[in-house]
Structure formats: C-alpha cells, structure tokens
C-alpha cells in the first residue's frame, strides 16, 4: 500500500503531518514531498511520473491561496487525488477551498476541509480499503471505537445534567 502526499511549501508541513502519522499507523508506506505547482512544476510533474507507475494508490495534496496544486496533480494522473485546503492567507483558506473544488468535469479532485489532513488520511484509507481487506477491517474497528466514545460522552453528560 502506497500513498504520496505532495504540500506546496514546508510552511504547510505541520498541518499535514497529522496526515503521515496516520497513514503509517495502518502501514501505509508514504511518500512526502514539497512541490510547488507554480515553482517547481518540472519536478512536480517528474514525481506524477514516478507515483504513476511505482504503485501509488493515492494522492494527498495540499495547498493555500490559489491552491492549483491538487488540480495540477489530478490533470497528470488517474489515480484519487485528495485536496486539502490549508488556510493562512488574508481568506483563511476559503480561497483555496474554492480553487480545489472548481475542478473541471473529467479532473476530479475528492475535497476535504479547511486544514482537514487529517480526514484527507481517513478517507485515503477508504480507498485503500477497497483493496486491502485489513484495512476495512481495522476502519470498522475504529468508528466502532467511535461510536463507544460518543455514548461515554453522552452518559456523563446525561449523569451530570440528571441528579
């Protein structure tokens, strides 16, 4: 299982290491670069060239502002992009929100929310579960998981609220 995670500036690295440490927790190997669509798009295009044929399931992008990146990537490839608007511009990301889902038809790029890398992780292992039968088991343990952290929550509050 292979997933590539492309940023756009290292400024962005500490909003998509969340995404990483996912990833690598159900063995998921992950390639991480920095690769500006609008600086370096000869290397960002070389790299599409290597993830393409290296066994890349999955593509993680993440961008602000113009946020071309994601829509860059998914006009190279076939394979699922995800694109995670980061905020930090004068916007606060809603700029890059816009830019990532007003894809055109036939360049899709899946959308998460503002600095939502970590759901961005969550759903690249959807993806990969539709393939590797133990990570759709360990999803399901997980919002199973969820699901008894919520009714805990919901008995303390019930206990706290009801004396």
Known sequence: MKA??????TSDLPKIEPAVD?????GVEVKVRCLSAHRAHAALAEFIDEVNVDGTDVIITAAGMAAALPG???SMTVLPVIGVPLS???LDGTDALYSIVQMPPGI?????AINGA???????????????E???????IERKNMAE????????????FEN
């Open 149 to 160: 952290a919520a009714a805990k929550a919901n008995e303390e509050v019930i206990a706290k």
């Open 72 to 74: 860059v990537v998914a």
């Open 134 to 140: 133990d990570v759709h088991q360990r999803l399901l």
């Open 118 to 132: 970590k759901n961005a992780a969550w759903l690249a292992l959807e993806i990969l579960a539709i393939k590797h």
């Open 22 to 26: 996912i990833l690598k927790s159900y």
């Open 4 to 9: 590539a995670i492309i940023m756009g500036s």
């Open 88 to 90: 930090g511009s004068v």
């Open 108 to 112: 899709p790029v899946a959308t998460v």
